[in-house]
């Protein structure tokens, strides 16, 4: 299934039906701020399952996850003060922050890495914000990629790639092919894994 939406305005009748989908177990391809990512409820093992075995990854890959807010990222991850302050000036953005994990008992292995952290979004794209408020809780991300690794950005070539291994694909039109900076928060001071999207310009002012 493929809807389009509006970047600016998603219809409501397309976030419904997302969020019915996640619920049943299932997984869709929605765009972020960056790019278009592959997801599934956070709290569905199967979900994750399937996810891996279309992106063909290795299980000690952790994915990452999505988030509404500062508010329900404390809900996964501990914030330090430095780490809170820093953020605040960031979220929502094309960012990904590399957290110490919590409540690990209650949230997929599949989410948590060898050192006890965890890769957190709160991406600045409406519709994939309005999914995560309609559904209550985080959706996995990881981006839509071909065999190669190679970035998908077009929802046409996407859906002919997947075909029906996915349940829903939302339409946002064709896509950038940078992903996320990604930011180690664990330490003292905030550390780049990977230089992507997003203001350097006004990162380097917090750091």
Same mark, same amino acid.
């Given at each position: 299934?493929?809807?389009?939406?509006?970047?600016?305005?998603?219809? !409501?009748?397309?976030?419904?039906?997302?969020?019915?989908?996640?619920?049943?177990?299932?997984?869709?391809?929605?765009?972020? !701020? *960056?790019?278009? &990512?592959? &997801?599934?409820?956070?709290?569905?093992?199967?979900?994750?399952?399937?996810?891996?075995?279309?992106?063909?990854?290795?299980?000690?890959?952790?994915?990452?996850?999505?988030?509404?807010?500062?508010?329900?990222?404390?809900?996964?991850?501990?914030?330090?003060?430095?780490?809170?302050?820093?953020?605040?000036?960031?979220?929502?953005?094309?960012?990904?922050?590399?957290?110490?994990? *919590?409540?690990?008992?209650?949230?997929?292995?599949?989410?948590?890495?060898?050192?006890?952290?965890?890769?957190?979004?709160?991406?600045?794209?409406?519709?994939?914000?309005?999914?995560?408020?309609?559904?209550?809780?985080?959706?996995?991300?990881?981006?839509? *990629? !071909?065999?190669?690794?190679?970035?998908?950005?077009?929802?046409?070539?996407?859906?002919?790639?997947?075909?029906?291994?996915?349940?829903?694909?939302?339409?946002?039109?064709?896509?950038?092919?940078?992903?996320?900076?990604?930011?180690?928060?664990?330490?003292? *001071?905030?550390?780049?894994?990977?230089? &992507?999207? &997003? !203001?350097?310009?006004?990162?380097?002012?917090?750091?």
């Amino acid at each position: 299934m493929m809807l389009s939406v509006h970047p600016e305005n998603p219809q !409501d009748r397309a976030i419904t039906k997302a969020v019915e989908i996640l619920r049943n177990g299932g997984i869709i391809v929605y765009p972020t !701020d *960056t790019v278009y &990512g592959l &997801g599934c409820d956070l709290h569905n093992k199967n979900a994750i399952e399937r996810i891996y075995q279309l992106k063909r990854l290795d299980r000690i890959k952790p994915f990452s996850f999505l988030c509404s807010d500062l508010k329900h990222i404390s809900e996964y991850a501990k914030v330090s003060n430095q780490a809170f302050r820093f953020m605040k000036h960031l979220i929502p953005g094309p960012y990904t922050f590399v957290l110490p994990a *919590t409540r690990l008992k209650t949230i997929p292995k599949s989410v948590v890495s060898k050192r006890k952290s965890v890769g957190i979004r709160v991406p600045d794209n409406k519709t994939c914000r309005a999914i995560i408020a309609a559904l209550g809780n985080p959706i996995i991300n990881t981006s839509v *990629t !071909d065999e190669r690794g190679e970035i998908l950005s077009d929802p046409a070539y996407i859906q002919k790639y997947f075909g029906y291994q996915v349940d829903m694909i939302l339409d946002a039109g064709i896509l950038p092919t940078i992903p996320s900076t990604v930011f180690e928060l664990t330490g003292d *001071t905030p550390v780049i894994v990977r230089k &992507g999207a &997003g !203001d350097f310009s006004l990162i380097q002012q917090y750091m």
